[in-house]
Nanobody, 115 residues
Framework: QVQLVESGGGLVQPGGSLRLSCAAS????????MGWYRQAPGKQRELVAA???????NYADSVKGRFTISRDNAKNTVYLQMNSLKPEDTAVYYC?????????WGQGTQVTVSS
């Protein structure tokens, strides 16, 4: 049974930082492309950042220079370091694992950026 469990969300002031974690089980983690997506109220889910099995990364233009995705294959965990947070970053953040036609999702963690 595949499980992706996100943690680290919460309420933070503009300009603050959060680090999200996603612990995976039930998959051969190191060969999966891992991604973070987010969905704000009334909007479609969008890709925030992704990291391949080889460590290549890509980011949405809106978060480049502020967010960093990383992975620890020994811990089966992917991280999203979010700095200089803005109110428009408020959303539910989802972890995704993808290999070929297999897609798995976590349950999501809420990030709220507000003063």
């Amino acid at each position: 049974q595949v499980q992706l469990v996100e943690s680290g969300g919460g309420l933070v002031q503009p300009g603050g930082s959060l680090r999200l974690s996603c612990a995976a089980s039930g998959i051969f983690f190191s060969i999966y492309r891992m991604g973070w997506y987010r969905q704000a109220p009334g909007k479609q889910r969008e890709l925030v950042a992704a990291i391949t099995s080889g460590g290549s990364t890509n980011y949405a233009d809106s978060v480049k220079g502020r967010f960093t995705i990383s992975r620890d294959n020994a811990k089966n965990t992917v991280y999203l370091q979010m700095n200089s947070l803005k109110p428009e970053d408020t959303a539910v953040y989802y972890c995704n694992a993808n290999r070929v036609t297999n897609y798995y999702w976590g349950q999501g963690t809420q990030v709220t950026v507000s003063s």
